[in-house]
């Protein structure tokens, strides 16, 4: 599984899913960093496969609408230290591992992992 970080995520994540085994790219590495609009992260996330990891709901929009990106994954956590969005994907990345594997839009909060299809 490939994971593209959105830019309200911190680098830190994206160097976490990088450690874990994960090829995972940040928004600040693209060409445009993290000015990087939607539509080009969508292109991004299609060509090459990658589940999007954001907060932005938009993106929840542009899915539900045109089916980009490739694959979402929604975070609901609302503000979170970067040790506890860590700890968070340490919990859940074999779930998360194994659901992306059927399915294509998933919300993740602090408490709960939705599936939304």
């Known amino acids: 599984m490939k994971f593209l970080v959105d830019a309200q995520l911190p680098r830190r994540l994206a160097q ?3 450690s ?3 090829e995972t790219v940040h928004t600040q590495e693209l060409p445009q960093k993290n000015a990087t609009p ?3 992260i969508n292109a991004i996330s299609l060509k090459e496969n990658r589940v999007v990891i954001t907060k932005n709901r938009d993106f929840w929009d542009s899915f539900l609408i045109r089916k ?3 694959k979402l994954l929604i975070l609901t ?3 979170i230290t970067n040790v506890e969005l ?3 994907f340490l919990n ?3 779930q998360l591992a194994e659901l992306f594997q059927q399915h294509s839009l998933i ?3 602090r408490d709960a992992i939705v599936v939304h299809e």
Do not use: H
């Open 16 to 18: 976490f899913l990088v």
């Open 20 to 22: 874990a085994g994960y």
């Open 38 to 40: 939607d539509v080009e």
């Open 68 to 70: 980009e990106p490739y």
């Open 77 to 79: 956590t609302g503000n």
């Open 86 to 88: 860590e700890v968070l």
């Open 92 to 94: 859940n990345l074999p």
């Open 107 to 109: 919300e993740m909060s």
